[in-house]
């Protein structure tokens, strides 16, 4: 499922084989890390090298590919304090926030219920999606993944589409 999505995203090629197996944490270098957990989730892990180049139009395209599906797609940045938190189901985007150095650029949708009592691991302080560990800490309240199985997922690496 999952690279079935990243193929029909343009985020692989279509029909690629994987440069590699990674079994531990973020090893995906400059492409994506396609991983399943508990048959509900498929996980895919890019470097920002894979999705930066993407992003202007991943939003409309994760919205088209959402039909029958939840996709829940999270981008965190730590040196901009940059985070972008989307959910998607069927064909709609139900919530939408973009921050990068305190400053909120798009917050669209209600907050879901899972946003509610978010607390910064490193500054303690509590709020909206206002960073990476805020980001991350929803994203495992949402799929019942938590930061570490994520990141710990192993799976076949993809190089990222030209």
């Not at 981008?75 to 305190?102: C, D, M, P, Y």
């Not at 500054?123 to 710990?152: K, N, Q, Y």
Request: charged share 25%; with cysteine; hydrophobic share 40%.
């Amino acid at each position: 499922m999952g690279k079935d999505l990243a193929e029909r995203l343009g985020l692989i090629k279509a029909g690629s084989a994987p440069v590699k197996h990674a079994e531990k944490g973020f090893d995906v270098e400059d492409g994506l890390r396609i991983g399943a957990a508990d048959g509900s989730w498929s996980c895919i892990l890019g470097s920002p090298h894979a999705l930066l180049p993407r992003m202007e139009h991943l939003s409309n395209d994760l919205t088209g590919q959402s039909h029958g599906r939840k996709i829940l797609f999270w981008f965190t940045q730590s040196t901009s304090g940059g985070v972008v938190f989307e959910i998607h189901e069927n064909g709609t985007l139900l919530r939408k926030w973009i921050e990068a150095e305190g400053k909120v650029f798009e917050d669209i949708g209600d907050a879901v219920p899972e946003e509610g009592g978010l607390v910064d691991r490193d500054t303690h302080e509590g709020g909206p999606l206002h960073s990476e560990w805020t980001v991350l800490e929803l994203a495992a309240r949402m799929t019942g993944i938590s930061v570490d199985e994520h990141f710990d997922m192993d799976g076949p690496v993809y190089a990222a589409a030209p």
